[in-house]
């Protein structure tokens, strides 16, 4: 029988090289995971697996194996996602990790962007740092205020509502909201004042001191938002695609605090409202934990995307003066990227 055989050095070794020519005619790129698992049962059922595998072989398969390992997208896929960024006239930074470890992408990773509202992230995982060391409860209740100290000076600023993308919480001025709700509202809906609320309560040094131990020192928390003075001397909050794409890992990987805290953290990122940009370019339905940022020119989506094979994608844009040209980028990158990982 076929399945018994034993073939010579030469049969094997041709087989194995049209496995890879063939690879490479049909779907240029890496072999995924599956296609690896094909060609070995096709060894195996042929009983090539029944004796010594010849070295040449050997260096094929690892090939094939390192190929997928090394995770890079094809040359013709890269140039897509470049010809499409150069297209739209933007400063693009790209981080894209499946969770697998086995594939990744990067472009302009450790480039300095304004954080905007990425930087509410480092801000929710303290706040899950403090609960669990006893330090606060999610539960506990805070006096809303609209005054904060400046960065430069220490003098007292406010938040206008009309600035902000929520403007409900500043009807409760005087009242109390629990850290839970503020930190939902600063996710969900990236309530600067609610932002601002939770910072002054955990401390700036904090975050960065959670940052840093996840080893994100790409994500530079300085203060909180919408502090004009420190805005004018050039003291923002900075952020690279790299510093965004450790601290998603942590949360997706369940090692934000802890495993039970970073699935709480993934469920309030997936309860994000603003979705024109990763999300648009997904399959309907596909779930993610996410947040955005936008500032003037500046419009970045940093998410975990739970498709058929989990990866966390950073996004950071910068030159467009419109949210739709940029969203609509954001969207077309991740398409690219989703066909090829899928």
């Given at each position: 029988m076929i399945g018994n055989?034993?073939?010579?050095?030469?049969?094997?070794l041709g087989l194995a090289r049209r496995m890879v020519k063939?690879?490479?005619?049909?779907?240029?790129?890496?072999f995924s995971f599956s296609e690896l698992r094909e060609r070995y049962y096709f060894c195996k059922l042929l009983g090539m697996l029944r004796r010594p595998i010849f070295p040449q072989f050997v260096f094929l398969l690892l090939f094939a194996v390192s190929a997928h390992a090394q995770g890079r997208p094809s040359a013709s896929?890269?140039?897509?996602?470049?010809?499409?960024i150069q297209k739209s006239g933007a400063e693009v930074a790209?981080?894209?990790?499946?969770?697998?470890?086995?594939?990744?992408?990067f472009l302009r990773v450790d480039d300095v962007f304004h954080a905007a509202s990425t930087m509410k992230i480092p801000v929710m995982m303290e706040l899950?740092?403090?609960v669990r060391e006893g330090k606060v409860k999610l539960g506990d209740t805070l006096l809303i205020k609209n005054a904060f100290p400046s960065l430069v000076d220490g003098s007292i600023f406010t938040l206008d509502a009309a600035d902000d993308s929520d403007a409900d919480l500043y009807k409760a001025v005087g009242q109390t909201r629990t850290l839970g709700q503020l930190c939902e509202l600063m996710i969900t809906a990236s309530s600067n004042f609610a932002t601002n609320l939770l910072i002054e309560k955990l401390g700036v040094e904090n975050i960065?001191?959670?940052?840093?131990?996840?080893?994100?020192?790409?994500?530079?928390?300085?203060?909180?938002?919408?502090?004009?003075?420190?805005?004018?001397?050039?003291?923002?909050n900075t952020t690279t695609a790299?510093?965004?794409?450790?601290?998603?890992e942590a949360i997706a990987k369940g090692r934000a605090v802890d495993a039970d805290s970073s699935r709480q953290m993934v469920e309030i990122l997936a309860r994000q409202k603003f979705n024109e940009a990763i999300p648009a370019g997904l399959p309907a339905g596909t779930r993610v934990a996410h947040k955005t940022g936008e500032v003037t020119k500046i419009h970045h989506d940093a998410a975990i995307v739970y498709g058929p094979r989990p990866f966390v994608l950073v996004i950071l844009v910068r030159g467009l003066a419109e949210t739709k040209d940029s969203a609509a980028l954001m969207a077309d990158i991740t398409r690219l990227l989703y066909r090829w990982v899928k």
């Open positions: 055989a034993l073939l010579g050095e030469s049969t094997l063939r690879k490479a005619q049909v779907n240029p790129g890496p896929e890269i140039q897509s996602i470049e010809q499409r790209v981080a894209f990790r499946t969770l697998d470890g086995e594939a990744e992408w899950f740092h403090q960065r001191a959670t940052v840093h131990g996840l080893g994100a020192d790409g994500m530079n928390v300085l203060r909180g938002v919408e502090d004009n003075k420190a805005f004018e001397k050039g003291m923002n790299r510093g965004l794409l450790i601290l998603l």
